[in-house]
Structure formats: C-alpha cells, structure tokens
C-alpha cells in the first residue's frame, strides 16, 4: 500500500512517541462571508489551458477589489498579499524583545497564549507613516531570534450558488459521549435540520459566530445526516468561525486561535477550507497542531493551474483535497501548485446553505469535508502512533483517476464518489 508523500512529511515531523488520548453560541442574519468567489459554469478539462489565464486574473481582481473596498481596514504585504493593515504578528518573541521593539516604536496590541497548541502569539502595531513591507522587514532585523508576518487574510475556496441574509439561529451541542468531535475552521454554521444539536460553535473575529451559507455548506458535508448527509453523518462538530462580520476576517490570527481551540477540544480531523499565502504564524500552528494529533485536511483552491500554491493545504503534513465532476474529471478551476493527496466530489455536491435551505454547489470548498469526514471513520481520536495507519487505510479506499498510481491532479484517487448526490 502506497503511502502518501504527506504522510511521510508528517511523521517525519512528528516526536517520537507523541500522542494524546462551551455552550453552543447562536449565529444571526449575516450576508455570506469569507469573501466568496462567484462560481464557474461547468466546464470540462479541455479547455484548461485558455480559461487559465481567467482565473489567475479573476484571483488578482478579487484581491485588488479587496485592497481598494478595505483600504482602511487592509493592505498589501510585500508580495502583494492582502493582510490586517499596520499589523505584525510574531511568535518566539520574549520581554526583552518586547521593550526593544516598542524602542523602536512598535506597540504591542496584544499578546496572547494559545493553550491549545503551547504557542504565544504577539501582535504589534506598525508605527504611524510605514508601510507593512517596510516595518516587517524592520521588525525582523530587529528580533532575528523570532518569526515574524503580516496577518494575511485567507479566502474561502468554494462559493454557494446565491448570496443573501441567513435567518437567526441557535445550535444546542449534544453531549453525547464517543468519538471525539470533527472540526472545522470558516465561518459560521446555520440550524439546518442536518446539523442542528451536534454543533458547538466560538467566535475568533468580531460579530462571531454569525451563519454563513459557506461555513453551513462545508458543515453539513462534514456531519449532515437526513435530507443532507455529509460524510461523517451524525458525528458532533466543532466550528470556528473565523470570519463574524469583519470584512478583515479570516486573518491568520484568527485561523491560529481557532486551530488551537479544535486542539484543545480534542479534535482528531479538521477540514480548513480556505486559502491564501504561507505565513509564519499559521505554518507554526499547523505544526504545533500536528504534533497533537490532529489530522488537517484542506482545500486545494480554486483559482486555476495557475494560482500560486495554497495554504494550508500545501504546508507539510496537511491533506491537500482537489474536487472533481459527476464524470471524475477534476475541476479546471482547482488549484495544480498545490500538492494533491485525494479527490472528491466538488460539482453539484447538495449542502445546506441555512436554516431551512440546501442547494447545489460547485469548488474544492465542497470536496474537502468529504475527505475529512471519511477519514474521521479511521481516526476517531488524535493519538499520533495511528496517523499512518488511518491515512493508509483511507488511500486504500481511493478509487484510481488519471494515470495509473498517485498523480499530481488527483493525488491517491477519488474518495466518497457517491457523497452529496
């Protein structure tokens, strides 16, 4: 049985030996967050080549829009990434670094432990009249011993086919016993009758939790049973919701608040649907995750062949999931720099988009949970020494695409082919 190259990444990573054996808070009336991208007609792989061009554009239109409507709120880094504006986020920072950088006139606006993962985040705020590539290059020369980012902004990889306000509602979390609940980081989760009594949800940005039809959709194919049934139906969910009504939700702060959270809880798989740049703080968290035994499955994005890679499914270790057509073609929207360890469904799939509606969805958003919830079967608890074991298993289920053996459009194969029909 092949292994996956991630996997191998993994436990390479992983100490020896390393395993581990709230009230559920209403969402309200909220627009779909996480800055969606409107979806793509159907189109079939042939066209790969030509329509390329248009979404590596579409993903610079959409961040430049973003830079333009958020100005106050948002800037560039210096890769032209969207981030917090006049924010710095660093880790490995101690007091004496501290008073050296407000020496130097970078005040910290916060400093926070993440219990969850044994990291402290602080953040600092850039001095008046610079720009974030200039401060974060100051600030680093400055504190060389630490690691130091923008706060990125992260996007969601999938978009609901109608966008619109969500009724108000409340999810009472089941505290049934067994195994330990699946998680999942995006926006908030609505009271579909597929879900609702199974899901606990906490706020990391302002106005959270709040339901998205995005954080819903992804939801529902995690854990929906009924008239949505996800891949791990019926099983409890913990949900993140990083995004709230912040235009500048989904930061990497707020990712790595609620990754520590899911820790914490004892989540043994999350799905991370989102996409966007490496970043300092968010690949020390994945890590710090991952020696926990918590399992990361991620979208490989929608932006086209020709979008740079994704994180964080492209960071060591975390399960890359591309999505493919009722025919097993895999999406020509789907992101190809990004290492792909499996496929799902990703055309079409039906989730839940509120409290009382489901539609039909399109993008790798919709395949990623799909994955995650038939992984969860194999890896109920996060115990590091049956990682491997439970990702193989989960390789010996793939159904064979493309060329024969793992390939780099559909990784070990189609997993869950008759999920969210």
Same mark, same amino acid.
Not at 44 to 67: F, S
Not at 96 to 112: Q, S, T
Not at 172 to 192: C, N
Not at 348 to 354: D, Q
């Given at each position: 049985?092949?292994?996956? #190259? @991630?996997?191998?990444?993994? &436990? ?12 559920? /808070? ?37 961040? *430049? ?9 948002? $800037? ?25 950088? #407000? ?10 432990? &993440? ?19 200039? #401060?974060?290059?100051? /600030? ?22 109608? %966008? ?5 509602? *409340?999810?009472? %979390? ?44 992804? !939801? @529902? ?51 991370? @649907? ?5 970043? *300092? ?7 710090? !995750? ?19 890679? *994704? ?37 079409? %799939? ?61 990784? $070990? ?9």
């Amino acid at each position: 049985m092949r292994v996956p #190259a @991630s996997l191998l990444m993994l &436990i390479a990573m992983l100490p020896a030996g390393l395993g581990q054996a709230q009230v559920a /808070l209403p969402g309200v009336p909220l627009p779909d967050v996480g800055r969606v991208v409107p979806p793509l007609p159907s189109l079939d792989i042939d066209p790969l080549v030509t329509k390329a061009g248009t979404l590596a554009q579409r993903r610079l239109d959409r961040i *430049a829009g973003l830079l333009r409507d958020q100005r106050d709120r948002v $800037e560039a880094d210096r890769n032209g990434e969207p981030a917090l504006r006049g924010v710095l986020v660093a880790t490995g920072v101690d007091a004496a670094m501290i008073a050296l950088a #407000a020496d130097k006139g970078f005040a910290v606006i916060d400093r926070e432990r &993440i219990e969850g993962l044994d990291l402290e985040l602080v953040r600092f705020a850039v001095p008046g009249g610079r720009g974030l590539a200039r #401060a974060q290059k100051q /600030l680093a020369q400055l504190l060389p011993g630490a690691a130091i980012d923008a706060d990125h902004l992260y996007f969601a990889s999938g978009a609901a086919a109608s %966008v619109g306000a969500l009724p108000a509602v *409340a999810l009472a %979390v089941a505290g049934a016993p067994g195994a330990a609940p699946l998680g999942l980081i995006d926006g908030g989760v609505a009271a579909h009758p597929s879900v609702a009594g199974r899901v606990e949800q906490r706020g990391f940005a302002r106005g959270a939790p709040m339901a998205s039809r995005h954080g819903t959709a992804v !939801a @529902s194919l995690l854990v929906g049973s009924g008239s949505v049934r996800g891949a791990a139906p019926g099983q409890r969910l913990r949900a993140a919701d990083v995004y709230g009504s912040d235009p500048a939700g989904g930061n990497a702060s707020a990712i790595v608040r609620g990754l520590g959270w899911l820790a914490e809880g004892g989540v043994a798989v999350t799905v991370i @649907s989102l996409v966007g740049p490496d970043n *300092a703080l968010l690949r020390t968290a994945v890590s710090r !995750a991952q020696q926990r035994g918590v399992l990361i499955v991620a979208a490989v994005g929608n932006d086209g062949p020709a979008a740079p890679p *994704a994180y964080p499914a492209a960071y060591p270790g975390v399960l890359g999931v591309t999505a493919v057509d009722a025919k097993g073609r895999a999406l020509p929207e789907a992101g190809r720099k990004t290492p792909v360890d499996f496929a799902a469904p990703g055309d079409g %799939v039906l989730a839940a988009t509120g409290a009382a509606k489901a539609e039909r969805l399109r993008g790798t958003s919709f395949a990623a949970p799909l994955v995650a919830g038939r992984l969860a079967r194999l890896y109920p608890a996060p115990v590091v020494g049956r990682i491997e074991g439970a990702v193989t298993a989960l390789v010996g289920e793939a159904r064979d695409l493309g060329k024969k053996g793992r390939d780099a459009i559909y990784g $070990e194969g189609l997993i869950c082919a008759d999920c969210g029909r």
